[in-house]
């Protein structure tokens, strides 16, 4: 017997099946004229005895659309010995959501990164429908094909049409379509419970698939589970229909118990808390039953593209050594993000340090700078957050995780590769532990490393203000006491001397602080001194070695699950199937064992953070009084300038008058006057001289040590 089916210019085996639906089935196939791998779908009986319009309807459809987020179509043909048109499309490689989802590294929901193209996509499939005036009626992870393109790149495209038709905004149909955990709660009262409730539906009924879908890719999970799943109908019609508005999720844990209502997601959801306050919104205006309150498209669409297009910015808190991320609006500002920030660290605006690479982030962009233009950030190169007032340190406690399940004595095929399942699903989460541990204690090292080039460079800033400022001050110093001399500002000297010794003071202050803790010693060596002895997991390669044990999890999950295909084992097959429980076993036990390694590793890294986060803390803080010293010192030598200034001109115009009245007096008068009235003119004219000299010479450090204060602002 043959497995080999063909058309005209396609053939296929009916053992390479994709997918199996209630009309049909699609299998794997090549062209027979380039070898090219495709996607072929066969009709069954059951399809042909449909109504000749209704059969026809998928071909329409699929001749309509034509979007990268669809799959294509490249042919409708004849099958050959006349068993009906075939459809054939794209092959998608990377297979359907549905078994994505089913694998246990998703078993908690798919990754940030995923989940956003699966939404993106998504929307972007079902606005090209609704601009087509068509509605897919039957949206499920199952019909969300994953096609990977040349470039590595995935793209998400929406298939199986066979329930689709045109229809238009206002318009409404009554034939039933759907797979029921995604329906809407009024079409499954008619397809599920078979009641005659007299109902149209509208194109609407799409939003509320779309609803369950993206919180099944979020969590793993259906958001509306009675005890018993598809057996208690009647629960899970209560339960999407009696929910409140608002209500994303209800289940129920026992039969007969109490439904457990939700406006969250649920905690093992993979999601940052940053974008689950956007999703979370989104989810409950899709699952919304209430006729008034009910979204549009529009709204749908509008909302997914303010979702899309925000800027993710990573953080790590350094005070608890965790990694958060907040989104950024297109036009939101820098106040917005210390907002963000502030919801999910509980540190004031007022207290946040923000670091980009090696410097403050405000040098990077400004109170106004929107936040499309905000810079880069990624889970190794986040922004650090350090709070100001407070030096305290501490890594929050981890739930426990879920723990390895355990092999019965007894030896059952179906029952092991379930339990194999689990233990690769409670594998993924303790990787994914061990793999935060490690970058958080990488990202502890970054913290000293940039805070201390920060450091470095504001107390080279601000002893290169502080030793133009001595140098300005001792330079008034001599010009006040050569006023002083000429008879002008009295006192002028003792101030400006005690401005000189204030600024030699600050600059000695500032030139230690330097020499401690901007040449690769002082802080650098309290954070060496910190870890001596303590390794860090990073450097340990834990992560790697967590990634593998993984690995082979999968490997004897997946000989389990082909021994479960086989039904009966031989002797031997069984021995073999015995080895693979043990190694189940054996390498559930070791990859908890390195979490609990890691643990302790990363909580010493971070108490060594907080040590040194104290003694870094103090030396900020004393770089921020010298700093506002040496400006206060600037203040003092501005005004004792201006003073000195208006001594100048008094002995200026003193020495005009006095020139003046020697040319009108007497020569008798000027020969008698002499031998005393002309040296005294002269020192007057060399104390001018000498302070015109050393003012001139104050304003070119004064532009100077300008120029210097702006690399100081924060």
């Not at 917005?336 to 982030?361: M, R």
């Not at 390694?597 to 921020?624: G, S």
């Amino acid at each position: 017997m043959s497995f080999l089916r063909g058309s005209e210019n396609y053939v296929w085996s009916t053992t390479s099946v994709l997918g199996k639906g209630a009309t049909g089935a699609v299998f794997q196939g090549v062209n027979k004229n380039n070898g090219e791998p495709v996607a072929v779908k066969t009709f069954n009986q059951l399809s042909h005895m449909r109504p000749h319009d209704v059969q026809m309807r998928e071909f329409e459809v699929l001749k309509k659309v034509k979007h990268e987020n669809i799959v294509k179509l490249l042919a409708i043909e004849e099958e050959q010995e006349g068993r009906g048109k075939v459809i054939v499309m794209e092959l998608c490689t990377g297979g359907s959501l549905f078994n994505i989802l089913d694998d246990p590294e998703n078993t908690y929901g798919l990754q940030e990164y995923e989940f956003l193209l699966v939404l993106e996509h998504l929307t972007a499939g079902m606005k090209h429908l609704r601009d087509n005036n068509l509605v897919h009626r039957d949206l499920k992870p199952g019909n969300i094909m994953k096609y990977i393109n040349e470039d590595g790149t995935t793209t998400y495209k929406l298939t199986d049409f066979g329930a689709a038709r045109e229809l238009q905004e206002e318009e409404q149909f009554v034939s039933l379509y759907g797979t029921e955990e995604y329906l809407h709660p009024d079409m499954y009262e008619r397809a599920v419970l078979r009641k005659p409730v007299g109902k149209s539906f509208g194109a609407t009924v799409d939003l509320w698939s779309i609803g369950v879908t993206l919180y099944h890719v979020a969590t793993g999970q259906l958001p509306f589970r009675p005890y018993g799943g598809r057996r208690n109908k009647e629960t899970m019609f209560y339960i999407t229909t009696k929910k409140a508005s608002g209500v994303i999720s209800g289940t129920q844990t026992t039969e007969n118990g109490p439904i457990d209502w939700a406006r969250e997601l649920p905690p093992h959801c993979q999601l940052s808390v940053g974008l689950r306050k956007l999703v979370t919104p989104l989810l409950a205006g899709l699952l919304e039953v209430d006729p008034h309150r009910i979204w549009t498209f529009e709204r749908f669409f509008s909302e997914v593209q303010v979702v899309t297009s925000t800027k993710p910015v990573h953080v790590f808190y350094v005070n608890k050594a965790t990694s958060i991320k907040v989104f950024l609006k297109l036009e939101e500002k820098y106040e917005h993000l210390q907002t963000y920030v502030c919801e999910q660290t509980s540190v004031v605006a007022e207290s946040q340090i923000l670091l980009y690479k090696d410097w403050l982030l405000t040098s990077e962009v400004n109170e106004n700078t929107p936040g499309k233009s905000y810079p880069d950030t990624s889970a190794d190169e986040p922004l650090l957050l350090f709070n100001k007032n407070n030096n305290n340190v501490s890594m929050p406690a981890e739930p426990d995780p879920p723990k390895f399940p355990v092999f019965p004595n007894m030896v059952s095929v179906e029952n092991d590769a379930s339990q194999a399942k689990t233990a690769c699903s409670v594998g993924h989460v303790m990787r994914r532990r061990v793999e935060a541990l490690c970058a958080a204690s990488e990202l502890c090292g970054a913290c000293v490393r940039r805070w201390g080039a920060l450091l470095a460079a504001r107390l080279r800033a601000v002893a290169a203000r502080a030793e133009h400022l001595h140098a300005r001050a001792q330079a008034l110093h001599m010009a006040a006491r050569a006023l002083e001399l000429a008879g002008g500002a009295a006192g002028g000297g003792a101030g400006a001397g005690a401005l000189a010794a204030e600024t030699g003071a600050l600059h000695a202050g500032a030139a230690a602080l330097v020499a401690r803790h901007a040449g690769g010693g002082g802080l650098a060596a309290e954070w060496e001194a910190g870890v001596a002895g303590a390794a860090c997991p990073a450097e340990l390669r834990l992560a790697q070695r967590a990634r593998a044990l993984v690995e082979r999890l999968r490997d004897s999950w997946q000989h389990l699950v082909r021994d479960r295909a086989t039904r009966s084992l031989t002797y031997n097959d069984e021995q073999f199937h015995v080895l693979e429980r043990i190694t189940v076993a054996e390498t559930g036990r070791r990859l908890r064992a390195l979490l609990l390694r890691a643990a302790p590793l990363a909580r010493a890294r971070a108490d060594a953070i907080a040590d040194w986060y104290k003694v870094a803390q103090t030396v900020y803080l004393q770089t921020q009084i010298l700093d506002k010293d040496v400006s206060a010192a600037e203040i003092k030598l501005v005004a004792l300038t201006e003073r000195l200034q208006d001594a100048e001109l008094k002995i200026r115009d003193a020495v005009s008058e006095a020139k003046n009245a020697s040319k009108t007096s007497a020569a008798v008068k000027i020969e008698a006057s002499a031998e005393g009235g002309v040296p005294g003119l002269r020192a007057l004219d060399a104390a001018h001289d000498e302070l015109g000299a050393v003012l001139r010479h104050n304003s070119t450090l004064l532009a100077r040590l300008t120029a210097l204060t702006h690399h100081l602002q924060p």
